[in-house]
């Protein structure tokens, strides 16, 4: 069949004579056996679901229980990102630099035309236009993805502000970044499909020049919902440095205290820390209110008041589900009461979702999430451990009346953190904006069961970006650098690092975390207020014992030693590793990095 008989392809539903012919082209090269437009309307979503029920993909749970709500279990070779099979295919090599994956971009493209031609045989291609943040927002940007996947666009429909509205707010030549991801599962002519079709080999590529994304070979989230991480971080970093913004893997938080003076807090953590947590936290001080803006990424851009503002690009939650439970994070229960599709969970004899630490004790006849009846005496968990839910952010109970608001919030504090069990104390404030950059570049974390370092091993994970920044990580440093530079420094937000993840001798933790957070979200509160104590210590500004409100939680005095006493000679050490990470950056790392690194050890040799 040619492209210009393909089903559904004309009349297109968009005067965007460019948007029109680049899916012609990518019609002609992957060779579906129809095409569809996505609108983004609640009939389309049915029509879509219906079909993947059909397949097998996608199975409704107890429309009683659920709502409206579906599970689906993948290919047991495909169920996370694909770190090693991800590329930033710059021009210049040193410009993806030494933290990325690059590839050259003529052979690249060579290799994508080969694989993708024939691609989509027998499949639907879905045009699916998408806007990253809320739409007609300044701080918003636009995308289409072209996938032969019915669950990557029902979860787009999620995950983004999906279809006709999207459409609409490209005009006739607005600007958009063209996403191509193909399942990499052609059908022959008669060929009966399978629940999750992908391929052996998987390509996660990116052109940041051309601010383009194809993805192939996978159906799993992030390799595949090309709008978040290949998008809003990737392909979005690249924008930010070239715009004078910010793409952060941050999470964005509201916070009120009991005299209703509000602050808006972003923060980023490695996988694993507790960030979906944290974005939903219950306090447990009275009169402390939290709400949630974002869950995963942050765009910030400097309004004409010289604040920065932040928006959460995504329209969804796209989080682990094990561990989560009604005491870990009671508000993200709530968000999956309905309307949600779940991936890689157990499912319970009633038509329910199960997964480890949800509810004890383990209940009987559980599936497994590769369909087999689960064994608790096996060892094996019943939910895979990245097992996801995709809800809508509207139904967070605490969703942020203005988390949709197009002029964003003004962010007040930035924090970075990591899961680390000795050294780094419950909570820092930088100096200025520069000591908390380099705060940033050296975040790391401690392996845990669902990373790939070893448990206790630490991993740099700079700005918790390691894996999500689309250019230079040197370069990147110096963007954070060159901003701060710039801004009024009165109005920057402050930077803070936290760790709720320090342990006593016993290797048992000594801060009780989750809604308890609130305690030190509490004193960052009043250090932005004027209010509270620190003192300066060599690594940064860490509270007075009075200044933190530890009211009621029974802290030993040990434990108060551990959390906020900074160990000059352990930090000599730390501070000694970071040379060895700063020099695989060669000549891109900023020199104000090393300076602050100098000054540093000075003044831990100051109290030695
Ligand atoms: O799969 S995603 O990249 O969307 C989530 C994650 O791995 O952090
Ligand atoms: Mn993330």
């Keep these: 069949m040619t492209s210009s008989s393909l089903p559904g392809l004309h009349p297109a539903p968009t005067r965007h004579a460019r948007l029109v012919a680049w899916v012609e082209q990518i019609a002609a090269l992957t060779k579906p056996a129809r095409v569809h437009w996505c609108d983004g309307s609640a009939e389309e979503k049915e029509t879509l679901i219906a079909d993947l029920v059909a397949r097998g993909t996608l199975t409704q749970l107890d429309p009683v229980k659920?709502?409206?709500?579906?599970?689906?279990?993948?290919?047991?070779?495909?169920?996370?990102?694909?770190?090693?099979?991800?590329?930033?295919?710059?021009?210049?090599?040193?410009?993806?630099?030494?933290?990325?994956?690059?590839?050259?971009?003529?052979?690249?493209?060579?290799?994508?035309?080969?694989?993708?031609?024939?691609?989509?045989?027998?499949?639907?291609?879905?045009?699916?236009?998408?806007?990253?943040?809320?739409?007609?927002?300044?701080?918003?940007?636009?995308?289409?993805?072209?996938?032969?996947?019915?669950?990557?666009?029902?979860?787009?429909?999620?995950?983004?502000?999906?279809?006709?509205?999207?459409?609409?707010?490209?005009?006739e030549d607005g600007t958009f970044v063209p996403a191509v991801h193909t399942l990499g599962a052609p059908l022959a002519e008669g060929q009966a499909d399978v629940p999750w079709p992908c391929n052996e080999q998987k390509w996660i590529v990116h052109f940041p020049e051309t601010r383009e994304i194809w993805s192939y070979g996978s159906g799993y989230g992030g390799n595949a919902l090309l709008g978040k991480k290949c998008y809003a971080l990737r392909i979005a970093s690249v924008m930010a440095r070239d715009e004078g913004w910010l793409a952060e893997h941050m999470l964005i938080l509201k916070l009120t205290d009991p005299k209703g003076r509000a602050k808006y807090i972003a923060a980023a953590f490695p996988s694993a820390?507790?960030?979906?947590?944290?974005?939903?936290?219950?306090p447990t001080l009275p009169g402390w209110k939290a709400e949630t803006v974002g869950d995963d990424i942050a765009w910030m851009r400097f309004g004409e008041d010289g604040r920065l503002y932040a928006v959460n690009p995504e329209a969804g939650f796209f989080?682990?589900?094990?561990?989560?439970?009604?005491?870990?994070?009671?508000?993200?229960?709530?968000?999956?009461?309905?309307?949600?599709?779940?991936?890689?969970?157990?499912?319970?004899?009633?038509?329910?979702?199960?997964?480890?630490?949800?509810?004890?004790?383990?209940?009987?006849?559980?599936?497994?999430?590769?369909?087999?009846?689960?064994?608790?005496?096996?060892?094996?968990?019943?939910?895979?451990?990245?097992?996801?839910?995709?809800?809508?952010?509207?139904?967070?109970?605490?969703?942020?009346?203005?988390?949709?608001?197009?002029?964003?919030?003004?962010?007040?504090?930035?924090?970075?953190?990591?899961?680390?069990?000795?050294?780094?104390?419950?909570?820092?404030?930088?100096?200025?904006?520069?000591?908390?950059?380099?705060?940033?570049?050296?975040?790391?974390?401690e392996g845990t069961a669902a990373a790939e370092n070893a448990v206790g091993e630490i991993r740099r994970d700079p700005f918790a970006m390691l894996p999500f920044c689309g250019y230079n990580m040197g370069d990147y440093f110096a963007h954070w650098l060159t901003l701060g530079a710039k801004a009024d420094a009165a109005k920057l937000p402050r930077i803070f690092f936290v760790n709720w993840f320090r342990k006593d001798q016993d290797g048992s933790f000594v801060w009780p975390g989750f809604g308890e957070n609130v305690r030190v979200l509490k004193w960052i509160s009043e250090r932005l207020e004027g209010e509270a104590e620190a003192v300066d210590t060599p690594v940064g500004r860490v509270p007075t014992r009075q200044s933190l409100d530890l009211d009621g939680l029974g802290l030993s005095e040990t434990a108060l030693a551990t959390l906020l006493d900074v160990d000059a000679e352990v930090w000599t050490e730390e501070a000694g590793m970071i040379p060895a990470f700063y020099e695989t950056f060669g000549d891109r790392l900023p020199k104000a990095l090393w300076s602050q690194h100098v000054a540093l050890t000075h003044r831990l040799d100051a109290v030695l």
């Design 319 to 445: 989080g682990v589900a094990p561990g989560t439970s009604r005491n870990t994070n009671q508000n993200a229960i709530s968000t999956l009461a309905r309307d949600t599709v779940f991936t890689n969970t157990a499912l319970t004899a009633d038509g329910d979702v199960w997964w480890e630490g949800l509810s004890k004790p383990v209940p009987e006849g559980l599936t497994n999430w590769k369909g087999q009846p689960h064994d608790p005496t096996s060892g094996e968990p019943a939910a895979h451990p990245n097992a996801r839910f995709a809800a809508p952010a509207h139904q967070c109970p605490t969703i942020a009346p203005e988390w949709e608001d197009p002029r964003g919030v003004p962010i007040d504090a930035i924090l970075f953190g990591g899961r680390r069990a000795s050294a780094v104390p419950l909570v820092t404030e930088a100096f200025d904006w520069e000591h908390g950059v380099f705060m940033g570049s050296t975040v790391a974390s």
């Design 66 to 171: 659920r709502p409206g709500s579906y599970h689906a279990a993948s290919d047991p070779k495909d169920v996370a990102r694909v770190e090693s099979r991800t590329f930033i295919c710059s021009d210049d090599a040193a410009d993806a630099g030494p933290t990325n994956n690059w590839a050259d971009p003529i052979e690249m493209r060579d290799r994508l035309d080969g694989l993708f031609d024939g691609c989509m045989a027998g499949r639907t291609m879905y045009v699916v236009p998408f806007s990253m943040g809320p739409l007609g927002s300044e701080l918003s940007a636009l995308g289409v993805e072209i996938t032969d996947s019915g669950y990557v666009a029902v979860s787009m429909g999620i995950m983004t502000r999906m279809g006709a509205g999207a459409l609409e707010a490209l005009g």
């Design 273 to 282: 820390c507790g960030k979906t947590n944290l974005a939903m936290l219950q």
